[in-house]
């Protein structure tokens, strides 16, 4: 084993993070984890894990519950085509496969994903490459613009052969998060600063992705009816949960139309999803229909965004909001 990898682990056995996940051997487990570090800071993630995991223990408790309970469940969390697939992959095999090409094939399992689980809970040697280990060899070996297959058939080369795989990779991944950070790394505190390629330019390696998210405007209708908000199934980007008609602003007449309402506007709300930026204007009308509390259901965080926007103005206007509402944050004028 070469002298940087002997630092790594060395440095991993005395700094690792203590987390709920981590010494966990039940693969099962280890994906719920694995997955909600897709796109949740760890911070934010471990509330996430431990509910979720409380409600569905087992693959066959999550593959007996509805997908709105898990979409309930999941709520806060973000990101729900990962609580979507992890229902569907438990639809689909009463326990995980042991290998890493099984596991890539299964809803929602990428190749780092799979890795994970391969390596972690079943001892598979395959490199895990996600975008902490990216960075951590891009810097290391100074590489600007590293390919993902390139990058891949690197890390896999790197493998110690007589140190568990599981471990390797969660060292590697630990030293990005902690250590080898994307602006302002603490590179004096590095175990591997000595054999470092890309130290003293670190912004260099790997060059950073110029992406500008495109903004799109939509609506959004809050309809109070006698009982509540009236809510829709949605679709797309936010399938399986509710909320809110939302549609683009040249269909706001036709949607009055269909309701018999004329709306009035309630605010603006931002929200950031992951390649697109959405500005939602929201309006509110008073309903004669039943309409329904929407806290007992599953909501994206947009939605939630919105409600917190509309009910409290809707309460100003002489309406009582919603039973529970405040429990959520909503507070009347």
Known sequence: MKAWQEALLAWY???????????EKDPYRILVSEVLLQQTRVEQAIPYYRRFLERFPTLKALREASLEEVLKVWQGAGYYRRAVNLHRLAQR???????????????GLGPYTAAAVA??????????????????????????????????????????????????NQALMELGAVVCL???????????????????????????????????????????GRKGVHLERLQGRFQGLYGVPLFPPEELSRREAAFGV??????????????????????????????????????????EKVLRKALPLLAHEGVVSLPDAEAHGVKPL
């Open 119 to 168: 390596s972690i809970a079943f001892g598979e040697r395959v490199a895990a490459v996600d975008g902490n280990v990216r960075r951590v060899l891009s810097r290391l070996f100074a590489q600007e613009s590293p390919k993902e297959k390139e990058l891949f058939a690197l890390a896999q080369g790197l493998l110690p052969a007589d140190v568990d795989p599981g471990t390797w």
């Open 93 to 107: 095999v009463e326990e995980l496969p042991p290998s890493f090409a099984e596991l890539k094939g299964l809803p």
């Open 182 to 224: 994307p602006k302002n790394p603490r590179c004096p505190n590095c175990p591997l600063a000595a054999f470092c390629q890309g130290k003293g330019d670190w912004g260099r390696y790997p060059l950073p992705r110029r992406r500008k998210a495109p903004e799109e405007r939509l609506m959004a209708l809050v309809l109070l």
């Open 262 to 303: 004329r709306s009035f506007p309630l605010g603006e709300v931002r929200h950031a999803l992951t390649h697109r930026r959405l500005l939602v204007e929201v309006r509110g009308a008073l309903w004669p229909g039943e309409g329904e509390d929407p806290w007992k259901r599953p909501l994206p965080k947009l939605m």
């Open 13 to 23: 056995r005395q700094n690792a993070r203590l987390l709920p996940w981590r010494g």
